[in-house]
């Protein structure tokens, strides 16, 4: 069974560019997550679907970041503009809702410079 | 709300001895709780978890934890560390009323010494 996929894996970008992610869930997963974990910090939840419907975004921070599942498959992460507080590792996770356990991917790393 | 605490950012041990990793939790609910690894560059695998059967709870690379409910606790454990078990851990909860969102700890990072 193949795994998330996420790209790209490494990503460095200048203050005020934008950058997107892209994730790939295990087939058949309805639920993906999308997690930002800061250097020496544990993963954070930034947004989760169910399908292509969202569960969960509060602490999406809306004014730069967005995210979206069309057709209730892929997803695609997107920050813009990006801040320095923005460096981080992007996990992207999908879950079969019956066995309630999550799959990460190998995440994207961010530098913001 | 749910969130789980793990005790102690750095651990290290000598290879050959016991690895604790301590985390508690708190939970309004029954939850489901889960020990994952992360090894440099790599995203998050799953070690064990548990999901309202047995306590004890066996992993992968001879990684064990035990849900005790009087003490809010997960810990995982192992009898004998291994140089390749240094890496970063998180313990995560997550609630079973379905709509599974998973609440991860700051992490611990094992360092084995030869």
């Not at chain 2, 998050?44 to 709870?57: D, M, R």
Request: aromatic residues 12%.
């Amino acid at each position: 069974e193949a795994g998330v996929a996420q790209s790209p894996r490494y990503k460095i970008i200048e203050k005020r560019q934008s950058v997107a992610f892209w994730c790939n869930p295990i087939s058949g997963h309805a639920t993906l997550y999308w997690y930002q974990q800061i250097l020496g910090q544990g993963p954070k939840l930034l947004i989760q679907f169910q399908n292509n419907g969202v569960v969960d975004d509060s602490q999406l921070p809306k004014d730069r970041f967005s995210a979206e599942r069309l057709k209730g498959v892929d997803s695609t992460l997107k920050i813009q503009p990006a801040k320095l507080e923005d460096s981080a590792v992007y996990l992207c996770a999908s879950s079969d809702r019956d066995k309630g356990t999550i799959y990460f991917g190998e995440g994207s790393w961010l530098t913001v410079v | 709300a749910q969130s789980v605490t793990q005790l102690g950012s750095h651990v290290s041990v000598s290879e050959g001895a016991l690895v604790l990793l301590r985390c508690n939790y708190s939970s309004s609910v029954p939850p489901y709780l889960f020990w994952y690894v992360q090894y440099p560059n790599q995203g998050l695998q799953l070690l064990l978890k548990y999901t309202s059967a047995a306590t004890l709870v066996k992993g992968i690379n001879g990684f064990e934890a035990e849900f005790k409910k009087s003490e809010t606790s997960f810990h995982l454990t192992k009898p004998s560390a291994h140089m390749s078990d240094a890496a970063e851990y998180f313990c995560a909860v997550s609630d079973t009323s379905g709509t599974y969102k998973y609440i991860f700890g700051t992490g611990t990072r094992l360092k084995v010494l030869a």
